[in-house]
């Protein structure tokens, strides 16, 4: 596919969504807000690259982080409307993974 004919606002979308762990935090997140904990442990992120990528998906108004008032005080992150319209994008993805990938000695 010729360089020049590939939309800039398709490249952005696929720059986004390629960027380590940034899917996976996403789709961590269709299931309702989570703790910051709660991501890490779910996916195996380093505390440093998970807090990168969530100011990163804030900033992009993908992800909203919610500080809500306790003893200690909760931050919980969940995702905007934008961030909900990547669901099927994302289900669509998992959906072909099932079908087409094999994971092997080989591949890791």
Do not use: H
Not at 11 to 39: H, N
Not at 75 to 104: A, C, F, H, N, V
């Amino acid at each position: 596919m010729n360089q020049s004919t590939i939309c800039p606002k398709f490249e952005k979308a696929i720059s986004i969504i390629s960027q380590r762990w940034t899917a996976l935090v996403i789709y961590q997140l269709l299931s309702g807000p989570k703790r910051f904990s709660e991501i890490q442990s779910s996916i195996g992120i380093s505390g440093k690259v998970l807090s990168d990528r969530l100011k990163e998906l804030e900033q992009m108004k993908i992800v909203r982080r919610k500080v809500i008032p306790a003893t200690p005080v909760i931050i919980e992150y969940s995702l905007t409307e934008k961030g909900r319209s990547m669901e099927p994008i994302l289900k669509s993805i998992e959906e072909w993974s099932q079908q087409w990938i094999t994971i092997d000695s080989a591949e890791s």
